[in-house]
């Protein structure tokens, strides 16, 4: 006979150690990390690409364009951690067709429909001239009318490329720009809100939770557009290299635009870098100086169990040694892709550190519990909360902006005056 405690979810990866209840196990897994990871790239990215059409940051507009469509390609993969953690994918559904405010994952699900609104309306603003401009360049070639087709429906019917009309799409672009940019912040702000909101958990229930996952989500967004830039770039340059009739010059000119926009990409991450560093470095004092009924057992886990976590991984190899490679004169695209690397792992720490981490202790106050992420999956289950599982979420962005970029080129192409 089968034991009933083998269905209890979490009972595969977590061990225990001194006194905790019998019930208690890490609930909440690798795939809750990753889900405030991801929702927090795509809010990065959207921010990154605002800077141009907002606030007429003109020395990003290549990277602006380049990072709106990626946020694109992210915004589906944000919520697909939480399917597959849920043990009935389909009543996600439910919050959609029952939407209120009184539910905080209801609340998710009214602000990531209205951000996922905000931009395909955008990125149609952006391309519709290259819409248009495919249309009638298919026209009469062979083969090419289901893609014709294709650009006809994204055009919408509206087929004017008049300097008049182009100039609405501007402003239009500008607009929804900036109502998206409290939308991206609250869809990842309410990561953070779900977690300080937990009144149960010491480590957790902090007023500046909503803000650090806010500043360090834009951090990770634009840290991870730079680096897939670079990478891009890169794989042009290699191309272009080896590609016929494309000599020495095309290599140094897509080198030289890449060093530009990285270059001027790099002063703002640095600025976000230093505001999330900040807010946790006072997240961190404000604690220990008030120090209530709970530091006891939190200052047993960040300066004990979870020390390599918190002030090596996260804040060491994560936060500092970024920032040094990134202030360090002579900057190179080798530094900068290591930097943006690293940048990505110290922000993933901090999602770890703060789910994992906060689930770390008992609520006796007693004991501790251990997390073991499962590296090979011998079910469904530790497939999907374990290394496959990740590495699954992490693919996807890429799949789906490689078809997306092939109805709206973003990097090397033009797209009109938006």
Same mark, same amino acid.
């Given at each position: 006979?089968?034991?009933?405690?083998?269905? %209890?979810?979490?009972?595969?990866?977590?061990?225990?150690?001194? @006194?905790?209840?019998?019930?208690?196990?890490?609930? !909440?897994?690798?795939?809750?990390?990753?889900?405030?990871?991801?929702?927090?790239?795509?809010?990065?990215?959207?921010?990154?690409?605002?800077?141009?059409?907002?606030?007429?940051?003109?020395?990003?507009?290549?990277?602006?364009?380049?990072?709106?469509?990626?946020?694109?390609?992210?915004?589906?993969?944000?919520?697909?951690?939480?399917?597959?953690?849920?043990?009935?994918?389909?009543?996600?559904?439910?919050?959609?067709?029952?939407?209120?405010?009184?539910?905080?994952?209801?609340?998710?699900?009214?602000?990531?429909?209205?951000?996922?609104?905000? %931009?395909?309306? *955008?990125?149609?603003?952006?391309?519709?001239?290259?819409?248009?401009?495919?249309?009638?360049?298919?026209?009469?070639?062979?083969?090419?009318?289901?893609?014709?087709?294709?650009?006809?429906?994204?055009?919408? #019917?509206?087929?004017?490329?008049?300097? *008049?009309?182009?100039?609405?799409?501007?402003?239009?672009?500008?607009?929804?720009?900036?109502? #998206?940019?409290?939308?991206?912040?609250?869809?990842?702000?309410?990561?953070?809100?779900?977690?300080?909101?937990?009144?149960?958990?010491?480590? !957790?229930?902090?007023?500046?939770?909503?803000?650090? /996952?806010?500043?360090?989500?834009?951090?990770?967004?634009?840290?991870?557009?730079?680096?897939?830039?670079?990478?891009?770039?890169?794989?042009?340059?290699?191309?272009?290299?080896?590609?016929? #009739?494309?000599?020495?010059?095309?290599?140094?000119?897509?080198?030289?635009?890449?060093?530009?926009?990285?270059?001027?990409?790099?002063?703002?991450?640095?600025? /976000?870098? %230093?505001?999330?560093?900040?807010? *946790?470095?006072?997240?961190?004092?404000?604690?220990?100086?008030?120090?209530?009924?709970?530091?006891?057992?939190?200052?047993?886990?960040?300066? #004990?169990?979870? @020390?390599?976590?918190?002030?090596?991984?996260?804040?060491?190899?994560?936060?500092?040694?970024?920032?040094?490679?990134?202030? !360090?004169?002579?900057?190179?695209?080798?530094?900068?892709?290591?930097?943006?690397?690293?940048?990505? @792992?110290? %922000?993933?720490?901090?999602?770890?550190?703060?789910?994992?981490?906060?689930?770390?202790?008992?609520?006796?106050?007693?004991?501790?519990?251990?997390?073991?992420?499962?590296?090979?999956?011998?079910?469904?289950?530790?497939?999907? *909360?374990?290394?496959?599982?990740?590495?699954?979420?992490?693919?996807?962005?890429?799949?789906? @902006? !490689?078809?997306?970029?092939?109805?709206?080129?973003?990097?090397?192409?033009?797209?009109?005056?938006?």
């Amino acid at each position: 006979m089968i034991e009933p405690s083998v269905y %209890v979810h979490g009972l595969e990866w977590t061990t225990k150690e001194l @006194f905790t209840y019998p019930n208690e196990f890490i609930y !909440w897994s690798v795939q809750i990390v990753m889900y405030p990871y991801m929702t927090g790239l795509v809010a990065g990215a959207f921010v990154l690409s605002s800077l141009y059409h907002v606030f007429g940051q003109k020395d990003l507009k290549d990277m602006a364009r380049f990072s709106l469509v990626f946020s694109l390609a992210l915004l589906p993969v944000a919520a697909m951690p939480l399917l597959l953690h849920l043990q009935q994918p389909l009543r996600a559904l439910h919050p959609l067709f029952t939407p209120h405010f009184t539910s905080a994952i209801s609340a998710f699900g009214i602000v990531f429909s209205t951000y996922g609104l905000i %931009v395909l309306s *955008e990125i149609w603003f952006v391309y519709r001239k290259h819409f248009v401009e495919q249309v009638h360049a298919l026209k009469g070639k062979k083969g090419a009318g289901l893609k014709r087709l294709v650009f006809m429906v994204l055009t919408l #019917g509206a087929m004017d490329t008049s300097e *008049e009309a182009l100039a609405k799409d501007k402003r239009a672009v500008s607009i929804m720009a900036a109502v #998206g940019i409290p939308v991206a912040c609250f869809l990842h702000g309410y990561a953070g809100f779900i977690f300080g909101s937990v009144k149960a958990n010491a480590l !957790w229930m902090s007023p500046l939770m909503p803000v650090i /996952f806010i500043m360090s989500a834009v951090v990770s967004g634009i840290a991870l557009c730079m680096l897939t830039y670079i990478v891009i770039m890169e794989f042009k340059k290699i191309k272009a290299a080896i590609a016929k #009739g494309m000599g020495d010059e095309s290599v140094q000119e897509i080198k030289g635009v890449e060093m530009d926009v990285i270059g001027k990409a790099t002063r703002y991450l640095i600025t /976000f870098l %230093v505001a999330a560093i900040s807010l *946790e470095i006072l997240d961190l004092i404000f604690r220990g100086y008030t120090a209530m009924k709970s530091w006891d057992i939190l200052r047993s886990v960040m300066y #004990g169990k979870d @020390f390599v976590n918190i002030f090596i991984l996260q804040y060491g190899l994560g936060n500092l040694v970024p920032f040094i490679m990134l202030l !360090w004169p002579k900057r190179t695209l080798r530094r900068v892709a290591i930097a943006t690397l690293l940048i990505l @792992f110290g %922000v993933f720490m901090m999602r770890w550190n703060v789910v994992i981490g906060g689930q770390a202790f008992s609520l006796s106050f007693a004991g501790f519990m251990h997390y073991h992420l499962p590296i090979i999956p011998h079910n469904l289950e530790t497939f999907k *909360e374990g290394l496959g599982g990740v590495l699954l979420v992490m693919v996807t962005p890429y799949v789906l @902006f !490689w078809i997306i970029n092939k109805f709206t080129p973003s990097i090397g192409e033009a797209t009109g005056k938006a």
